[in-house]
């Protein structure tokens, strides 16, 4: 039977923020030429950050895990607090349970990296 080992959650991860990233940069010049508030264009161009951080964590770039993990962590911190605003404005009640569901994809990556690092993980299983 085939143990999952730390390399295989760091590039699941790595695959996860490279589709995700690639999925925005895509998205972005229809979102221009569509003429979208400048605040998707920006969501769009940081969401692009994620390519380049899959990438280099498919690459092997050690800094590259850092990055990610930072990268999730101020997503999450974001998108909730568009969600505590959104919800406490009086005139879009509903906006942020619309996005509530963006806060799960960085949330379990997060977690995955966290998991990752799991002294019982980091042994490579004999082949």
């Known amino acids: 039977m085939k143990t999952i080992s730390s390399t295989n959650i760091r590039m ?7 589709f995700m990233g690639f999925r925005d940069v ?14 998707l264009i920006l969501h769009a161009v940081v969401s692009g950050l994620a390519l380049i951080i899959g990438v280099s964590m498919l690459v092997g770039k050690v800094q590259a895990f ?9 997503s999450i911190a974001v998108t909730l607090a568009i969600i ?9 009640p509903h906006f ?27 042994e490579e299983p004999d082949a």
């Open 66 to 74: 850092l990055w990610a993990e930072t990268y999730l962590g101020v």
């Open 26 to 39: 895509l998205g972005l010049p229809s979102s221009v030429i569509a003429g979208k508030e400048g605040v």
């Open 96 to 122: 942020g349970w619309k996005i509530a569901t963006a806060v799960i994809n960085p949330s379990v990556l997060l977690a995955l990296l966290v998991w990752s690092r799991a002294k019982h993980l980091q």
């Open 84 to 92: 505590t605003f959104s919800v406490m404005h009086p005139n879009s």
């Open 12 to 18: 699941f991860v790595a695959g996860a923020l490279a």
